[in-house]
């Protein structure tokens, strides 16, 4: 089993910098999909950003590309997320997500995809 918390969200001004940490803890190694999910009052929980331990391979979401990237120090079982040139647009409750021991998924932006969620960080962007 997996568990995963995240830290680092707050509040920013339009245009700043925030980052985000999402510890994970359990058995880390049948992981092979991690990533970033929000959902913003109202809106569904959409997928932001993820990394595959299969083959490396990163995705993101078009709002995001450019201005978002998603990282991993496996050394210490965490993933980051670091966000720039924040939107207000880019206001949610942030969710960190894995998948564990069930192959490669169809959409690896899909949020029903993963199985194991974090209690989520807020971040609030200002204009």
């Known amino acids: 089993q997996v568990q995963l918390v995240e830290s680092g969200g707050g509040s920013v001004q339009a245009g700043g910098s925030l980052r985000l940490s999402c510890l994970a803890s359990g058995y880390t190694a049948a992981i092979n999909y991690i990533g970033w999910f929000r959902q913003a009052p109202g809106k569904e929980r959409e997928g932001v950003a993820v990394?595959?331990?299969?083959?490396?391979?990163?995705y993101y979401a078009d709002s995001v590309q450019a201005r978002f990237t998603a990282s991993q120090d496996k050394a210490k079982n965490t993933l980051y997320l670091q966000m720039s040139s924040l939107k207000p647009d880019d206001t949610a409750t942030y969710y960190c997500?894995?998948?564990?021991?069930?192959?490669?998924?169809?959409?690896?932006?899909?949020?029903?995809?993963?199985?194991?969620w974090g209690q989520g960080t807020q971040v609030t962007v200002s204009s």
């Open positions: 997500a894995a998948r564990a021991g069930l192959g490669r998924p169809s959409d690896p932006l899909g949020r029903y995809e993963y199985d194991t």
């Open positions: 990394i595959s331990n299969i083959d490396g391979s990163s």
